[in-house]
């Protein structure tokens, strides 16, 4: 195993997202959700990060890395492991399933030789499920980074896909 | 008062002056002048008109066209074309792209809008659209012409209910949260709308935000509480930026802050911004995810009312339960109690979604029945088939039939059906659905969103979800239907939270109502519906086919054979069941049989 230093880059994205949105313990969930907006993912060292820049038993902030662990593992939005250049949300659920998402899904999965959660080889695209987007009435519907996609057909996934460097 | 025969309105807010608007004014000025047109020919200085994307922009009335995208070099022509010789100036006329809305379109028959009655009519980002909608009026009538306790008892006659779902009535919590001593007290918003395909709340988020910060300062003031969170789900960046544009113009207009219109009420607001967790809509754990921890449920009571965020009381309720009650404040309760049956009052907004032809986003008034709403409001079933079951409640919610069509909208009716108003998502399904499916569906996504704290929603959605799929891949066996059932009845009463005591509602629902498709799975292995792929096989009709060859070509496991001109053959042990076959060819020769 490599051991990993924690570079500049860690510790000043966790300061930054800490001034951004508090000391407090309720903070916890912003600032993850920041860090992993950054790297794509929430890194170990980010966990000890922020663990060593928010405990502070002198203000009655008690925090444990443990907890950080198991927010970032409780939430779908935030991911324990590296993921692709870009992330395909991929909508899952009835309004979307009952006017072809089937096709789209398996379409996207042959197309990247991927199944959910998995990242390609060369890191530029993960394929994941996501909970129900409320755009149901123009499913199927799918989300690519911030861009969202709608009334998808499969004859459509290579060209949507070609935009992404 | 002088008379002039034109009136020119330019708009001059910041966008319009970046493109030069005061320079067009002038111009305007100049030419109008130098034609001698000055006496007759008012130019006033106006607001936004348009979307000030191509500024800057211009009225002309009484003709009324929009002008956009000019110079000042533009300015002599126009002057001349329209005002000396009266011709409009295609070339700068506002092209009106004609906005398609598949969401909400123009109001529908038997429809009645109050909590979308400015979606998509006012502009979210400007609070000065919400106000001269009567926006803010009801707070101020709240502020300086009603004691607390007098707002409280006016959404007490209103009947407003919780349009979170469960429907407990809103002045009723209110004047709890208000009695606990203990302070301070909180406001909270549930926008945490995870319910698949009902998107009612993200609508008014987006579409009308100030209507629901209002409410909350109308709660604010009745409970007694300085402060409040929006609990927003990830998936919606939209409402969240819509929501927090709408706070910032709301405390710079003196609405949220210290001092509210002068008054000594206090109060603010702040949005949350879930990670993706479905059980966070559930109270407890939405206040749990807004204190920085894992969204996991605890045990009612202690109600939030009585001790919820940071240990103190706190208010929660659903985004469309606060949109309802600024217009509740300054229509009157006896107004929004006019609408309903006797337990249920006002409207409620659905996402209707599924084999209907007009799907979309309906407010209807309660009382109303499924069958008006279906095929009324929704313009019946798509592609002339026949109905099923009607989906209500989400995925906690119950299949209804053919028989409760004549049902009221009704929380206390819809329960006694076997089912519930829920948010508002309704999923209604013609006859090709298979109502086994159906429940393995939303099994496997209450399985999956299942937090994990407490076992029987843990270990038993898993188990419901293995027994359905078994029975959907014709495994099923006899005793299997008595076993869920069991199984059920232990996950709905044994379960912490509403989210694994709902959820085997869908297959209880199914099970009493579409006992015979769950039989004909398990003792005939048979899919009625065919939907089901291990119980269906599909088969090529040998006088309709043609012998065209376009399906043996597509079959991706060469599972048909034939030759040229003859007909062709399915070999079932080889089909995969994928339906290409079906949906290439084109003589309709291949049926699907079960």
């Known amino acids: 195993m ?16 800490i001034e951004k949105h508090g000391k407090n313990r309720d903070a916890m969930i912003p600032v993850l959700s920041e860090i992993n907006r950054v790297f794509g993912y929430v890194p170990r060292e980010a966990i000890q990060e922020v663990r060593k820049q928010l405990h502070d038993p002198a203000r009655q902030v008690h925090i444990a890395e443990s907890q950080l662990y198991s927010l970032t593992s409780f939430y779908d939005m935030l991911s324990t492991k590296p993921r692709g250049r870009h992330v395909i949300k991929f909508c899952e659920n009835a309004p979307c399933h009952v006017v072809g998402g089937k096709a789209i899904w398996d379409g996207l999965r042959e197309k990247l030789s991927l199944e959910n959660g998995e990242t390609t080889p060369d890191n530029k695209w993960t394929l994941v499920t996501t909970s129900c987007l409320g755009l149901c009435s123009v499913g199927p519907v799918l989300l690519i980074d911030d861009d969202m996609y709608g009334n998808v057909t499969p004859e459509q996934i290579s060209e949507i896909l070609e935009h992404y460097e | 008062m002088a008379f002039y025969r034109s009136h020119v309105l330019v708009c001059v807010d910041p966008q319009c002056l970046a493109k030069g608007a005061h320079e067009i004014v002038d111009a305007l000025q100049d030419e109008f002048v130098a034609q001698g047109l000055i006496d007759e020919i008012q130019v006033l200085e106006t607001s936004r008109i348009g979307g000030c994307s191509d500024g800057p922009e211009m009225m002309v009335y009484p003709e009324g066209v929009h002008y956009h995208g000019m110079t000042t070099d533009d300015v002599p022509f126009l002057v001349e074309e329209h005002f000396l010789k009266g ?91 208000r009695q606990v001593e203990d302070n301070p007290k909180y406001m909270i918003c549930n926008a945490d709308e995870g319910d698949p395909g009902a998107f009612m709340n993200r609508r008014v988020l987006e579409g009308d935000p100030h209507s629901v910060i209002e409410g909350m300062i109308i709660g604010g003031y009745a409970v007694g509480a300085s402060y409040g969170y929006i609990y927003c789900r990830a998936e919606y960046p939209v409402a969240v930026e819509t929501l927090n544009i709408a706070i910032k113009q709301a405390r710079e207009f003196g609405f949220l802050g210290n001092n509210i219109l002068g008054t000594d009420f206090n109060f603010d607001l702040e949005v949350r911004v879930g990670a993706g967790a479905f059980v966070c809509g559930e109270e407890t754990a939405l206040m749990a995810s807004i204190m920085g921890k894992r969204g996991e449920p605890t045990p009612r009571p202690p109600f939030p009312s009585v001790r919820g965020v940071w240990g103190k009381p706190s208010n929660n309720n659903n985004v469309e339960t606060y949109s309802n009650v600024p217009q ?24 209707v979604g599924g084999n ?18 279906i095929f009324e409001v929704a313009g019946g079933i798509k592609d002339g088939k026949k109905f099923k079951a009607v989906q209500t409640g989400g995925p906690m919610g119950g299949c209804l039939t053919e028989q409760h069509l004549d049902l009221p909208l009704d929380y206390e009716a819809l329960t006694q059906a076997g089912s519930m108003m829920g948010s508002g998502g309704l999923v209604v399904m013609d006859e090709a659905s298979c109502m ?104 090529i009709q040998a006088p309709t086919c043609t012998g065209c060859t376009v399906c043996a070509r597509n079959c991706p496991v060469e599972a048909i054979s034939g030759e040229r001109r003859q007909a062709h053959h399915i070999d079932a042990e080889t089909c995969i069941r994928c339906g290409i076959c079906m949906q290439v060819c084109n003589f309709n020769a291949i049926a699907v049989e079960s």
């Open chain 2, 328 to 351: 509740i404040i300054l229509k009157g309760a006896p107004w929004y109690a006019s609408m309903g049956t006797e337990r249920s009052k006002g409207t409620k907004t659905f996402a």
């Open chain 1, 2 to 17: 490599t051991v990993q230093t924690i570079d500049h880059d860690v510790v000043s994205v966790v300061q930054a997202a």
């Open chain 2, 356 to 373: 209907v032809v007009k799907p979309g986003l309906i407010e209807v008034p309660m009382g109303i029945s499924l069958r008006e709403i």
């Open chain 2, 87 to 177: 011709r409009i100036v295609e070339r700068f006329r506002e092209v009106v792209k004609p906005v398609i809305d598949e969401e909400l379109g123009p109001l529908r028959p038997k429809e009645v809008r109050v909590v979308l009655r400015n979606c998509g009519e006012i502009d979210p980002n400007n609070i000065e659209d919400y106000l001269a909608a009567d926006g803010y009026q009801a707070l101020g009538k709240a502020l300086f012409e009603m004691t607390p306790e007098k707002v409280i008892d006016e959404v007490v006659s209103s009947g407003l209910r919780g349009r979170g779902g469960a429907g407990f009535p809103a002045g009723k919590k209110w004047a709890i949260t």
């Open chain 2, 436 to 539: 086994v499916d159906i429940a393995r569906f939303f099994m496997d996504f209450t399985q999956a969103e299942s937090c994990g704290k407490c076992t029987p929603c843990r270990v038993g959605t898993r188990r419901i979800l293995e027994l359905l799929q078994k029975i959907c891949d014709g495994k099923g066996q006899d005793g299997d239907i008595e076993k869920l059932e069991n199984l059920c009845h232990e996950v709905a009463r044994n379960s912490l939270c509403g989210l694994g005591q709902g959820a085997p509602t869908p297959v209880l629902s199914t099970l009493k109502h579409f006992r015979h498709e769950y039989e004909a799975h398990i003792y005939e292995k048979r899919c009625p519906a065919k939907v089901c792929r291990p119980l269906i096989r599909y088969e």
